[in-house]
């Protein structure tokens, strides 16, 4: 084989890799990652027509390029865009006194593993967790075209889980803003601007 031909096997092994990694963006950390482009609930898979594409011809140089550019895409999607999406913060009742009448890192530890068990069954995404307050979305990181319902059971599911150990205080609104990577080059995450940000507080109040 020449060189390019290797080249192109190796690059079609990587696209491969890529592929699979896409289907494993739900344990990746939120805030490298971008939203999906589709409106609907299934991954966005690299279309074979783009690999055929990339590698019909060129030099290794532009052959590389391509497929660097073709897999940030299918990774991290576009750049920041509106979107209607669910948001949903979730604190655990009174943890100021709770936190002082038995092991905190126990009860933190099986309320935390919970609900990140219920989000993922609901295809939510945790955003970040601060003591006992949990962020989580729909159809921001991941696409869900029935976010809004399946926010509603994930919270449903648990509140009702005896896993928890506690009583829940759970917010929950829906509705546009804007998503994406923001930050600078040092620091970037995926972060949510519009009113629902905040109203997403008053509403567990």
């Not at 999406?85 to 919970?114: A, E, H, P």
């Given at each position: ?12 092994s990587f ?26 609930d299934s ?151 519009g009113s ?10």
């Amino acid at each position: 084989l020449s060189a390019l031909s290797e080249v192109r096997l190796m690059q079609v092994s990587f696209l491969q890799m890529i592929q699979n990694l896409v289907e494993y963006r739900n344990y990746m950390p939120a805030s490298v990652l971008q939203h999906d482009d589709s409106g609907s609930d299934s991954e966005t898979p690299i279309p074979r027509s783009d690999i055929e594409s990339i590698l019909s011809g060129g030099t290794v140089s532009s052959i590389g390029r391509s497929v660097r550019g073709t897999a940030q895409h299918a990774l991290i999607g576009s750049d920041v865009s509106t979107k209607k999406v669910t948001l949903m913060v979730c604190n655990i009742v009174d943890f100021l006194k709770v936190r002082d009448t038995g092991n905190v890192q126990q009860m933190l530890t099986g309320y935390l593993s919970t609900g990140l068990h219920h989000l993922k069954m609901t295809k939510g995404i945790p955003d970040s967790f601060s003591g006992d307050r949990l962020y989580a979305s729909w159809n921001g990181v991941r696409a869900c075209a029935s976010h809004r319902f399946a926010a509603y059971h994930c919270a449903k599911d648990m509140c009702g889980d005896k896993g928890i150990g506690a009583r829940l205080s759970i917010g929950i609104v829906s509705g546009e803003v804007r998503c994406g990577n923001m930050g600078c080059d040092g620091m970037k995450r995926f972060s949510y601007i519009g009113s629902l940000s905040s109203w997403v507080h008053v509403v567990e109040r």
